[in-house]
Every structure is written in structure tokens, then in C-alpha cells.
């Protein structure tokens, strides 16, 4: 899928969080998304994923702007898209089973009855249910190969990060969008899905990612978006962003420098 944004604006009441963005995603690339807490980057992620529709600007997938479809294409659309938060939201079964259920939301109703029933004689018969070979690459992707009959509840956060990744990976979208997905991760837990992030673009999926950890934008992305204050400050490779960028808003803030008023700290 091909994702652009243009002149894309949000806004809440009276308070302006967006303010005309212009972003394109391609197939078999990874966009990151910089900038302060409070810059817009999870709304930016949010209308990407489709679940909150522009105040103003378009968004298109594959070039059709999908809220200017009925409901039922715009979710056809929408199930292309594999939305991974910042803090992984597990249910309480098996890994195998947090996995599957990505892609059984995305199938018809009669499916979903008959792949519940096998599931409630499988628990009669205290038998497990077959595990999809999706799922099971999905998982392998991200190390938890041996982790299918899991519980959930017993995993680490990082562990649980990795399976939402897995999750969103089983339903073989066409965009990824990632809220901030290694914020909490330990190094070894970040280079998997770093490396998880890689094989997604090998794939041809685009990634649209947030990050604050400036490193990894650097290591892992294609191009790199700078958002301040709800504006798009600049687009560009790694190299230019944090070597030579054009505007000294961004050269301030990737040498970790204020972007505020010190006034504005609190006494």
C-alpha cells in the first residue's frame, strides 16, 4: 500500500494538533517519525491508521481517500493496516492464540462462527486447536517460536511487545504503523524487532514508525519526518536529517538541544 497524507490537519475543540502535514509512506519503506512529547506523532499515527478522520487534508491509500468511501470499504481498507501500540494489549490465553485473533477480526462472520465452535470442541475435548502456519511464522519472526502455547500473562514486556508485533505481522497487511513499539524495550528485545522491522520492508510492507530514540531512526529508516508543535518540519534520508539538516529547528532538537522556552519549564 501506498500511504499519503496532504495538508493534513487535527484538531480538538478549539485546540489545533495537526497542522497541515504533508507525508507519503511507499511500499518496501520505513518512514520515522521525530519530534518532542506532544508533537502530534501518535495522531499523526492515528490518521494514518485510519481511526480518526482529518479536520482538514486528505488521506490516501493506494490513491483513494477511504473517508470519502461508505463504512464497509473504508474497513476493507483499514484491514490492510497492522496498528501496534506503544504498550502491548494482550488477552488473557495463549500467545498462539493473542496472535490469531488479528487475523480472525479480518474475516467474514461465518469464518469467525466456525473457527469459534472448533475452538470450543477443541477445549471440550481438552485437545489445542491448530495453530496456523501464519502464526507460527509470525512468532518465529519475532524469537517466540517456542513460546505458541504460552500464556500470555506469563511473558515479559518485552516478550508481550514482540507477540503485538507478531500479532499485527499474522495478517499479512500492506502498511505497518508503530507507536513508539521499542520505548520500554530492553537492547536485545529492540534488536529483534528492529530486525523484525527490517524483513516487514523486505517484504514490500511500509512501515510508518515514532520513535524518540534518535539512533534507531537512524539505523532502521529510509526517510525520517521531523514534527514540531503539530508541523512537519522536514522530510529527508537519515544522513541529511542528522548530519546536515536544512532548517536549525531540527538541527537543535537531533543534537538534543531545547526546542522551548526556559521560561516555559516549571520553577
Known amino acids: 500500500m501506498n500511504l499519503e497524507l496532504e495538508g493534513v ?26 519530534g518532542p512529547s506532544g508533537a502530534g506523532k501518535t495522531t499523526l499515527l492515528r490518521l494514518a491508521s485510519l481511526f480518526d478522520r482529518p479536520t482538514d487534508g486528505i488521506v490516501r491509500c493506494d490513491g483513494t481517500d477511504p473517508w470519502a468511501a461508505d463504512a464497509n470499504r473504508r474497513l476493507a481498507v483499514r484491514r490492510r493496516i497492522g496498528y501496534v501500540a506503544q504498550r502491548a494489549s494482550l488477552f488473557d490465553t495463549s500467545v498462539a492464540r493473542n496472535v490469531d485473533i488479528g487475523r480472525r477480526v479480518r474475516r467474514p462472520w461465518r469464518r469467525r462462527i466456525r473457527d469459534f465452535l472448533g475452538r470450543l470442541v477443541a477445549d471440550w475435548w481438552q485437545t489445542s486447536p491448530s ?18 502455547e504460552q500464556d500470555a ?21 500492506d502498511l505497518l504503523v508503530l507507536d513508539e513499539p521499542t520505548s520500554d524495550l530492553d537492547p536485545r528485545n529492540t534488536a529483534i524487532l528492529e530486525r523484525a522491522i527490517d524483513r516487514a520492508r523486505d517484504r514490500e510492507y511500509g512501515v510508518l514508525l515514532a520513535t524518540h530514540d534518535m539512533h534507531q531512526a537512524e539505523r532502521i529508516s529510509d526517510r525520517v519526518a521531523f514534527l514540531l508543535e503539530g508541523e512537519l518540519v522536514e522530510v529527508g534520508p537519515p544522513d541529511r536529517i542528522f548530519d546536515e539538516p536544512n532548517d536549525p529547528r531540527t538541527a537543535r532538537f537531533v543534537r538534543g538541544e531545547l526546542l522551548y522556552d526556559a521560561n516555559e519549564l516549571p520553577a
Do not use: H, M, W
Open 9 to 34: 490537519s487535527y484538531g480538538v475543540d478549539d485546540t489545533r494538533i495537526l497542522t497541515d502535514v504533508s507525508l507519503a509512506v511507499d511500499a518496501g519503506e520505513v518512514v520515522t517519525v521525530i
Open 131 to 148: 495453530v496456523d502456519d501464519r502464526t507460527r511464522e509470525a512468532l518465529a519472526l519475532v524469537g517466540l517460536a517456542d513460546a505458541i
Open 153 to 173: 500473562a506469563s511473558l515479559s514486556g518485552g516478550e508481550a511487545q514482540r507477540v503485538a508485533f507478531a500479532r499485527a505481522l499474522a495478517a499479512e497487511p
